[in-house]
């Protein structure tokens, strides 16, 4: 009979682990940022926006951070991803946990209608960025004998829905790459899981609606969405299971939601 698992072979004590979070300045990323501080974890957190990254820093180490390393990184360029990521100090290099979370939509156009700069703009994060990333990271993760690597999908990348082909196609690419990975990493202790949620109240839909705030809010009007707290439970979960259980794919909505065309509007 195999020997029990001893608590050293679960990421379950997160205390002190790197967690390399991407799109940390808001949102999903955010409160991802919270809940692994809650751990004691070493975060470190990737974004545009360095001051809102800077800001945040004082609030996780009050949380409970271990330490808190913050840069300012556009995903999509894949020079800037090499660079930050092998220039990092020492003793921030062996990252135990990626969450490739940094993502957006553009627009809500028909697709014969779309603009290409929206279009462009979502395949080079969503698509671009998490291969850039997955690429500067994984090799260290595999080197080293341990990590798992988070990626964000969505019940976009399921079912597609009107006005949505792009965002929904580079989340259903997600889901290959995602997929895909996991196989490649078959053999060695590296774990993938995806984190598909449904409508997550963020600043998602204001990025989508080019800074309409008012667009935006109609999105979650009449129905509970997830919060961006629920997403970042489930994320935290799928990496505190014993080191041998892989969560392949974490599927989430609220309870007004059934999948992305279904909703249970009150008004
Ligand atoms: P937010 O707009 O609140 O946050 C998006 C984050 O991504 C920000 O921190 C932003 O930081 C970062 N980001 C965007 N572009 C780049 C870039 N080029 N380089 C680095 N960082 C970037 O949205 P969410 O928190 O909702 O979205 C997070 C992820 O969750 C995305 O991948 C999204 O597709 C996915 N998702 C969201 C759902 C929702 O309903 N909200 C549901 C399912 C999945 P900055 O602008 O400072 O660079
Ligand atoms: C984000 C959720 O339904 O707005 O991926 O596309 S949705």
């Known amino acids: ?104 939509s553009r627009g809500l156009e028909k697709l014969h209608e779309g603009k290409h700069q929206d279009w462009e703009e979502m395949i080079d994060t969503n698509i671009k960025g998490l291969l850039y990333v997955i690429r500067a990271v994984v090799p260290g993760m595999v080197a080293r004998g341990r990590g798992h690597v988070v990626n964000l999908g969505s019940t976009a990348g399921e079912i597609t829905y009107p006005g949505g082909s792009v965002y929904c196609g580079t989340k259903a690419a997600e889901h290959s790459i995602n997929d895909g990975l996991r196989q490649d990493l078959l053999g060695t202790p590296v774990r993938v899981t995806s984190i598909d949620p449904g409508m997550v109240e963020t600043e998602f839909s204001e990025v989508r609606f080019h800074g309409d705030k008012e667009r935006a809010a109609k999105v979650y009007q009449g129905l509970t969405p997830l919060t961006p707290a629920d997403v970042a439970d489930a994320i935290v979960w799928a990496v505190s299971r014993p080191v041998h259980v892989n969560i392949a794919r974490v599927l989430m909505t609220s309870i007004d939601q059934a999948n992305s065309l279904l909703f249970n509007r009150k008004q």
Do not use: C
């Open 1 to 104: 009979m195999t020997a029990p698992l001893s608590y050293d072979d679960h990421m379950g004590n997160l205390k002190d682990k790197i967690v390399f979070i991407t799109g940390a300045s808001s949102g999903i990323g955010e409160a991802t940022a919270y809940a692994f501080a809650a751990q004691g974890a070493r975060l470190l957190l990737a974004a545009r926006r360095i001051e809102r990254l800077q800001a945040l820093q004082p609030k996780l180490q009050e949380k409970g951070a271990a330490a808190v390393h913050a840069f300012a990184l556009d995903v999509r360029n894949k020079a800037e991803v090499e660079k930050q990521l092998s220039g990092l100090p020492e003793t921030w290099k062996a990252i135990d946990v990626l969450v490739n979370n940094a993502g957006l």
